[in-house]
T-cell receptor, first 110, second 112 residues
Framework: RKEVEQDPGPFNVPEGATVAFNCTYS??????FFWYRQDCRKEPKLLMS???SGNEDGRFTAQLNRASQYISLLIRDSKLSDSATYLC???????????FGIGTKLQVIP | NAGVTQTPKFQVLKTGQSMTLQCAQD?????MYWYRQDPGMGLRLIYY???????DKGEVPNGYNVSRLNKREFSLRLESAAPSQTSVYFC???????????FGDGTRLSIL
């Protein structure tokens, strides 16, 4: 089993739709979690950190489910500009290791 | 502030040639990283430097060496390039290892 797994998609959604991505991780000792956004042929950029209590930033909501070992990203009212690949990142506790998921591609359609 | 600066942006090499990819950050970050990104594989960690003076292997270190020259600079060297090393290389930095990373623009490297 891969350490961090994401559905690569693509997810094709109409403008204004709500879309959610999950990311599962295998190491229960994982400590910190992030979502990054990567546009085509560009570098990844931090979208948001994921906190245990869940957190929201505008139209974006991130949640952590430690019992089931997954994190999620919810995007409300999708915009054309949200089209990108969304990468989840997991840091393992006590071990200086960072693992990126393969990314989920989102295409928002007019 | 420039953030993380990588040079060169593009490079074509012949098999067996050597080259060094340069990376510098101006955010006073302690940790720096080198990744490669290939289609269908995602980002894979080659080497990282948790702090100045230390370097450690990541997931795919074979065929590469690194130098943490000072707090700002972290270089990646290919001693004898192979076609399997054709990839996009990203350098990143973070305050500490478990903190969010900031990425450079990437280097597109082709080895013929």
């Amino acid at each position: 089993r891969k350490e961090v797994e994401q559905d690569p998609g693509p997810f094709n959604v109409p403008e204004g739709a709500t879309v959610a991505f999950n990311c599962t991780y295998s190491n229960s000792a994982s400590q910190s979690f992030f979502w990054y956004r990567q546009d085509c042929r560009k570098e990844p950029k931090l979208l948001m950190s994921v906190y245990s209590s869940g957190n929201e930033d505008g139209r974006f909501t991130a949640q952590l489910n430690r019992a089931s070992q997954y994190i999620s990203l919810l995007i409300r009212d999708s915009k054309l500009s949200d089209s990108a690949t969304y990468l989840c990142v997991v840091n393992e506790k006590g071990y200086q290791k960072v693992t990126f998921g393969i990314g989920t591609k989102l295409q928002v359609i007019p | 502030n420039a953030g993380v600066t990588q040079t060169p942006k593009f490079q074509v090499l012949k098999t067996g040639q050597s080259m060094t990819l340069q990376c510098a950050q101006d955010m006073n970050h302690n940790s720096m990283y080198w990744y490669r990104q290939d289609p269908g594989m995602g980002l894979r960690l080659i080497y990282y430097s948790a702090s100045e003076g230390t370097t450690d292997k990541g997931e795919v270190p074979n065929g590469y060496n690194v130098s943490r020259l000072n707090k700002r600079e972290f270089s990646l060297r290919l001693e004898s390039a192979a076609p399997s090393q054709t990839s996009v290389y990203f350098c990143a930095s973070s305050e500490q290892v478990n903190q969010p990373q900031h990425f450079g623009d990437g280097t597109r490297l082709s080895i013929l």
